[in-house]
């Protein structure tokens, strides 16, 4: 594949999203059914693939975590199997009416959901994301070309192939699942500037691959750089609820991006609460780094310098600030933070109403656990992706967020005065 | 103003935007009230600004048209008033909960919608719009930052102190208005270069204006380029339904982007149904530009080439097809319009659902005018653009528009496990 090839796979792509996109239910469900199918009875050939890959990885010399997440066993398989069949079980979002109202000309006027049309996925070498990807893509009608990390590309390739042959089998177009078969990254560019073939790009990976993309591409980017994530104690915090929430923000899964970074406390109740918190933390081996009140609430202690607010560890660290009231602590997070999830720890009913209105984060949330800002936390059914601007979609991205919504006008001959 | 002062005037927007976004209804509809009142108060220096860049207009020998968009009279004046009033009717979009559901643990998620945050208004030189878009992003609690077309400099600029001091008035931030008072193209495009600051551009004008926009943002922009917009006239539709959506379509208003463009009939209906639609037009002064076969039934009709119907005349001229089927009709709509609006006038259930369901546009009607895909005539209340791209807004935009939706969680201590 080179650039040259890039126009006719993103118009092959487009053609075969408009007839996905008028295809039922019942067709697409089928597909889902044969592309589960299809890697069970593969598996053999799907594994040999992926030991071409894992064993380029090996020599060369790349890390065990990034070998293991290269790496697909029976497991991760079935995995992948049972996450297409969850996706095959969730509701249609595509033909739904989101709302409809009559006019005083009895024109009735109705938004209808449909696909978005042609979704390009980027992300690094995780070959579950070519199979979790494409079941969203087809489910919600759209078609999706993938671009997944070169380390994987044998194996993504003879993923795509069955899932490909898979819609194949279910009379719909095979090319609603396309995949970008090189490693050449100025292929990738030409594909970001297919704007009037491709709808939308979707790149899930480490910040510097999601702004490379960013950079380069004249198609809209749903994406997240990073989740500095908040909880603030507020003064009349329940002390076990802080404590609780507090610790499984920080400790539960700190590599991940809705874990706590920076815990903020309310100057009332920082004097009883720290001592006891920050004892649960270092038992839990979590290193704190604190403001200067901090420190002078509990000794031993590394200073936060200014640049650790803006700092997303994805580590047992954590940071810590005393504030002197609400207002400080929604200041501090709508200028450090990254507009991902926050959390206010309160019983403060009015507190908690302007920690929802005023703090500028996609998932805010009440006396609860940053950890489920997650598309199937949420109930979403599924997660595409996390976006962190505003434009379309905010937090956590589920079926819905694959679609649009079109007019949809029923007259009886009416005629504009 | 130059290109040094970009950066400050985007992050006071910003700034702004979040003290508007937290504001309750009754403070911004009291600002809005201060804008009608401020632009009637000072109609007299508002006029003197507008006579100034009506003169250099003069001067220039631009086109009476464009001269006449350009002029505040009296009745221009009121009427801008009375738009900021009804925009002040309006429902506040920001605070509603659009859905909400509990989760098996207890969690409360809703979603909640909030502004955008920073609206950059581009347009041309009608000064109008300065006081609608300034109302509709005040009214969504969205900061706007202003960039009329630079003859109506003096205009927009007397207009916009209005504006931004009513909102001193109200006790908001008057930085959530501000104007770009130069016309150096190099300030407009140091603008759409910070994406980090605003979030959305919405470019008004000509389709020149709006690629050279499109080209140059690395924010998002919301955008149609153009109406190709069709009428199908199936073979079983009413035929005086057909005549009188197809005259309206047409002749009502030829010179706005949801007038119809080119006029599509089924092979079993033209015989009848195009020499009677024909002679309307022609009595209209409509010059008609068909296919082979339209021209074999009714004779005098200058040939339609390939270019006719990817053309967008805005104008009274027509292009007609015959079409053997639905199928052939959504295909032409597909392949040669703009994805904004196209309608189909049947009795056939079948053929309205399918015609909902596949043809790729922002607005579909069955049996009506294309002319009422309009913020307005669809009951949204306002409009501030038409999306052509499904992109967080697909057709008419109105107040939802220019909303997020943001989740929200209240829970009473829950953790993940």
Chains 1, 2 share one sequence.
């Not at 069955?162 to 177009?173: E, G, I, Q, R, T």
């Not at 990254?185 to 491709?198: M, S």
Request: glycine share 8%; aromatic share 6%.
């Amino acid at each position: 594949m080179n650039k040259s090839d890039v126009t006719g796979i993103a118009q092959k792509a487009k053609y075969a999203g408009l007839k996905l996109g008028a295809a039922g239910t019942a067709k697409k469900d089928a597909a889902l059914e044969y592309m589960a199918e299809g890697l069970l009875q593969n598996s053999a050939l799907i594994r040999e693939a992926n030991d071409i890959d894992v064993g380029a990885a090996k020599k060369q010399g790349l890390q065990s975590a990034f070998i293991d997440r290269l790496t697909i066993t029976e497991k991760t398989l079935k995995s992948m199997i049972d996450s297409i069949r969850e996706v095959k079980a969730l509701k249609d979002p595509v033909g739904e009416i989101t709302k409809a109202w009559t006019r005083p000309n009895g024109l009735l006027v109705g938004r209808m959901r449909i696909p978005l049309g042609v979704i390009l996925m980027i992300y690094e070498a995780r070959p579950n994301v070519t199979a979790d990807a494409s079941a969203l893509c087809i489910k919600s009608g759209n078609a999706v070309i993938l671009k997944g990390g070169s380390e994987a590309i044998n194996s993504n390739r003879a993923i795509a192939v069955v899932l490909s042959d898979a819609l194949k089998k279910a009379d719909l177009p095979s090319e609603a699942i396309q995949f970008i078969d090189t490693t050449d990254k100025d292929v990738l560019y030409e594909f970001l500037k297919q704007d009037e073939l491709i709808d939308l790009v979707i790149p899930r990976g480490g910040e510097s691959l999601i702004r490379a993309v960013a950079e380069h591409s004249r198609i809209p980017v749903l994406k997240h750089y990073k989740g500095i994530c908040h909880v603030f104690v507020d003064a009349d915090a329940d002390k076990d609820m802080a404590k609780a929430v507090c610790f499984n923000a920080k400790v539960q899964r700190p590599g991940v991006c809705n874990a706590m970074e920076t815990m903020l406390v309310h100057k009332d109740i920082a004097g009883q609460f720290l001592p006891e918190m920050i004892t649960l933390y270092k038992k839990a081996g979590v290193e704190i780094r604190g403001c200067e009140r901090t420190r002078g609430i509990v000794h031993d202690i590394k200073p936060a310098t200014e640049q650790d607010w803006f700092t997303e560890y994805l580590d047992l660290i954590l940071s810590v600030k005393v504030v002197d009231s609400l207002d400080q602590a929604i200041g501090h997070i709508n200028h450090y933070g990254s507009h991902h999830t926050d959390s206010i720890v309160t019983s403060n009913v009015g507190h908690s109403m302007r920690f929802f209105r005023e703090v500028d984060s996609s998932t805010v949330l009440v006396n609860a656990s940053t950890r489920f800002s997650d598309g199937f936390q949420l109930g979403l059914g599924a997660e595409i992706g996390i976006s962190t601007s505003k434009l379309h979609a905010f937090g956590p991205m589920g079926l819905e967020e694959l679609t649009a919504q079109k007019f949809v006008i029923m007259g009886s001959g009416q005629v504009r005065e």
